[in-house]
């Protein structure tokens, strides 16, 4: 059985066909611990990058508690997934539902040399890019109070390495209510932000790149697939995917 819940209730009561569909927590290689991120660290100088390849844990950790400081966050937390956290959310939750996010739409542009790539070959990830008219589907993850902690510590570890986005508090749709959820969006002035390429230039990249947590043409494939699961239609990841398969 999938344990992505400590908390004793049933999180997927809204969704119960996505049971057995996430990594659980603790196998998810993307559950950044201290020891884990010292790993990431040594992979990543071993491969000639620079030891300022990522954020100050310090720094980091400050941004943090300046965003779960908002009194939106002094209960539960939901979290917006929309990327990779779609099927390796790696935190523990007590609720997951379907949403909603006006005015973004995903995009494969944000240039990592860690995870699914490396310096020598860059892969791509994906953010949100504001896009008037625009709505982005994906999933809300509920975070128990007495776990935020935590679960938000180890988020922050896993997308806030290098700042490439920017956590904003913002309001998501779901079948059940709206929800005022952390969203991961694009810090679209970070250096590592390739704003400019055609779908046949992110194809070729995902591709061809891989790192420690597996090949970036993985990434693109886990989501299709979770996308599909969900019902949930994306022309741009779908035009994507059939790109990178044919290469």
């Known amino acids: 059985m999938t344990n992505t819940n400590l908390s004793g209730n049933d999180p997927f009561v809204h969704l119960p066909h996505l049971r057995g569909r996430f990594i659980p927590p603790l196998q998810s290689k993307a559950r950044v611990t201290p020891e884990v991120l010292a790993q990431w660290d040594q992979r990543v100088f071993a491969l000639g990058g620079d030891p300022s390849w990522r ?6 950790e400050a941004a943090r508690r300046i ?5 939106r966050h002094a209960g ?10 779609m099927w390796d959310p790696a935190i523990y939750f007590s609720e997951v539902r ?16 860690a995870g699914r790539g490396t310096p020598e070959q860059p892969g791509l990830v994906l953010s949100l890019m504001p896009e008037r008219g625009r709505c982005c589907r994906g999933l809300a993850f509920r975070i128990p109070k007495e ?46 932000y390739m704003n400019d390429l055609s779908l046949d230039e992110t194809a070729q990249i995902v591709a061809a790149a891989a790192g420690h947590l597996g090949t970036n043409r993985d990434y693109l ?24 398969a044919g290469l």
């Open 55 to 60: 954020l100050p844990d310090e720094e980091r």
């Open 67 to 71: 965003v779960m400081a908002d009194e």
């Open 76 to 85: 539960d937390v939901w979290v917006f997934a929309y990327g990779s956290l």
């Open 98 to 113: 379907l949403a909603e996010l006006a005015g973004y739409q995903r995009c494969f542009n944000y240039q990592v040399i």
């Open 147 to 192: 776990q935020v902690q935590e679960e938000t510590t180890l988020l922050w570890r896993r997308e806030m390495l290098r700042g490439g986005y920017a956590p904003e508090t913002l309001a998501l749709d779901t079948p059940q209510g709206v929800v005022q959820a952390i969203v991961f969006v694009a810090h679209a002035a970070n250096a590592a």
């Open 221 to 244: 494939v886990q989501l299709a697939a979770q996308l599909q699961a969900l019902d949930i239609g994306d022309s741009y990841i779908e035009n994507l995917h059939q790109a990178v």
